[in-house]
């Protein structure tokens, strides 16, 4: 998947920016001769302005760098501090190479220390200036997103628990449900006990935007232990997932969506078992993959869960949820991330 390319919209700010900046430096340095309007403050002004165009030009790629590489709300901090190593390595060196070219050639003096400090001011400028709109730009962003999620957060609820009965009232129902159960009837005791997991996780993760990997397998684990009672050996589900991956976050309920639609519009018997993997995949991705056996009479469905799941991502993260298909395998990768505010 191509990387998403980052470009500054900050083509005025050059233009009025740069030529203003390097007459405020000529004047700082010689407001005398600017008093006589004399013919070396117009070159001062020329040096100055090329100087400016020189400390910009490479302060701006370095900050479009930085913001390929640390581009979310809160990685704010590493990316400014990373801002700060290059810029003061930048303009050293060209403070370097201007002294080394330029000032011990012509005046036969180190202007080094006096470039520097000089150089670092608009240097700064143009960082406080670029990071206040982005990170303005960016909160602006973090409040619509989470505007936005919290608006598939409520279609997903939904989708998951529409017909929902009272919490309360449902629990109680199956806590006396349990106590009818014969002792000896062990397997209707964990089918029962399953079924709550599952409802007590939907009730639990529904608010949140995230969770860790590691919950959600455990509720993926329950639910297919109830589709097992149903399918048997006709359906098998196999997980292959370090420890590094299970501390990473998903968005809950997107594994059990996935492995219902490849129930949902599979088939699964004994002559074509439907086998389900889920992976951990390179780049920070986790598959789910599924063998194609399509029913002849499809189940009813109202197609939205595998497009909730793709707008819930695109609301958390750059980084695309995959989907590919051939004549055998359907495979969907989503983004496995590091944890989100809640």
């Known amino acids: 998947m191509k990387e998403k390319a980052y470009t500054l919209n900050d ?12 007459i405020a430096i000529a004047l700082m340095i010689n407001f005398d001769e600017f008093l006589k309007l004399s013919r070396h403050f117009f070159l001062s002004v020329l040096f100055s302005t090329l100087l400016t165009l020189t400390f910009w030009e490479g302060n701006r790629h370095i900050i479009t760098w930085m913001r390929r590489i640390f581009p979310e709300y809160g990685q704010t901090g590493r990316r400014v501090a990373a801002e700060a ?14 002294d080394e070219l330029y000032y011990k050639p012509v005046y036969h003096v180190s202007a080094l220390a006096m470039g520097f400090r000089i150089s670092i001011v608009p240097t700064v400028i143009v960082y406080l200036v670029y990071e206040a709109v982005y990170f303005f730009d960016a909160w602006k962003m973090n409040v619509r997103k989470t505007e936005a999620l919290m608006r598939e957060n409520v279609q997903s609820q939904l989708e998951v628990l529409k017909n929902q009965l009272d919490p309360h009232f449902l629990f109680n129902s199956m806590n006396t449900l349990a106590a009818l159960i014969d002792d000896e ?18 009730l639990v993760s529904r608010n949140k935007n995230t969770v860790m990997l590691s919950e959600e397998i455990a509720f993926v684990d329950a ?20 420890p590094a991956a299970l501390t990473q976050h998903v968005t809950p309920l997107s594994l059990q969506m996935l492995i219902e639609n490849a129930i949902k519009h599979n088939a699964a018997s004994r002559e074509n078992p439907l086998h389900i993997a889920i992976r951990e995949e390179n780049g920070g991705y986790l598959a789910v993959e599924n063998n194609i056996s399509e029913k002849t009479i499809l189940e009813k469905s109202t197609r939205v869960g595998l497009q909730n799941i793709i707008n819930r991502y695109n609301l958390l993260t750059d980084r695309e949820v995959v989907v590919t298909r051939d004549e055998v395998r359907f495979i969907v990768k989503i983004p496995l991330l590091g944890q989100l505010a809640e």
Request: charged fraction near 20%; aromatic fraction near 14%.
């Open 223 to 242: 639910y297919v232990y109830l589709n097992k009672i149903r399918f048997r050996e006709n359906l098998q589900v196999e997980k292959h997932l370090s």
């Open 11 to 22: 083509r005025k700010w050059r233009i009025i920016g740069i030529p203003l900046m390097g």
């Open 85 to 98: 190593v290059l810029a003061v390595a930048y303009v050293f060196l060209v403070s370097l190479l201007l």
């Open 185 to 202: 009837n062990t397997a209707a005791q964990d089918y029962l006990e399953r079924l709550s997991d599952v409802y007590r996780y939907v």
